[in-house]
């Protein structure tokens, strides 16, 4: 309430970015070890997975570059390349990655994301489908899901559960902040 007779408070491209890369890099560290447990556990796979809850790098990649789809929905134009620039320099830094690797890395991600997932544009499906192929998970599934390469639907709709929560939330950033250059 206050807010809106206010204004919003401003927030500069860099500061949202920086808090956007802690998330990321916290929702990696802290999140991938449940759905690890998820996947080590799960009963749709034929022979068990061992997924290491520690190898969450491939996991913080695929959330970095599917968060980094959805900035253009609730960026202005322009800002959405400031912010995913900012994003991916701060990114490559905290894990030690050159720069341009990292953002070669997310665009590579992107457009399989974008090939997995065709027709849809959901980026929360793209990404479930993504863990698949980053973790290998083919080869522990039944022969039929194997043979097509293709994730067990049940189990990927309960992924596809978890990983709705591992996406920013644009929405609540927008209504407490304008965000400026």
């Known amino acids: 309430?206050?807010?809106?007779?206010?204004?919003?408070?401003?927030?500069?491209?860099?500061?949202?970015?920086?808090?956007?890369?802690?998330?990321?890099?916290?929702?990696?560290?802290?999140?991938?070890?449940?759905?690890?447990?998820?996947?080590?556990?799960?009963?749709?796979?034929?022979?068990?997975?061992?997924?290491?809850t520690q190898d969450t790098l491939p996991?913080?990649?695929?959330?970095?570059?599917?968060?980094?789809?959805e900035a253009p929905c609730h960026?202005?134009?322009?800002?959405?390349r400031r912010f995913a620039a900012h994003s991916i320099s701060i990114y490559s830094e905290a894990i030690g990655m050159r720069c341009s690797d990292?953002?070669?890395e997310v665009q590579r991600q992107q457009a399989l994301m974008r090939h997995l997932n065709h027709?849809?544009?959901?980026?929360?499906?793209?990404?479930?489908?993504l863990l698949f192929h980053a973790y290998?998970?083919?080869?522990?599934?039944?022969?039929?899901?194997?043979d097509q390469r293709a994730p067990n639907p049940i189990l990927l709709k309960r992924i596809n559960g978890m990983m709705a929560y591992f996406l920013w939330d644009w929405t609540a950033l927008k209504e407490e902040y304008r965000i400026t250059h």
């Open 75 to 80: 960026l202005e134009s322009g800002q959405d």
């Open 1 to 52: 309430m206050i807010g809106t007779l206010f204004g919003k408070k401003r927030i500069t491209e860099e500061k949202v970015a920086h808090a956007f890369v802690n998330a990321m890099l916290d929702l990696a560290a802290d999140g991938f070890a449940t759905m690890a447990e998820e996947l080590n556990e799960a009963p749709e796979f034929g022979t068990r997975p061992v997924v290491d």
């Open 102 to 104: 990292l953002e070669q």
């Open 136 to 146: 290998d998970l083919f080869r522990f599934q039944e022969p039929y899901f194997r």
């Open 59 to 69: 996991f913080g990649l695929i959330l970095l570059a599917g968060n980094l789809m």
């Open 119 to 129: 027709p849809s544009k959901n980026t929360v499906y793209a990404m479930s489908k």
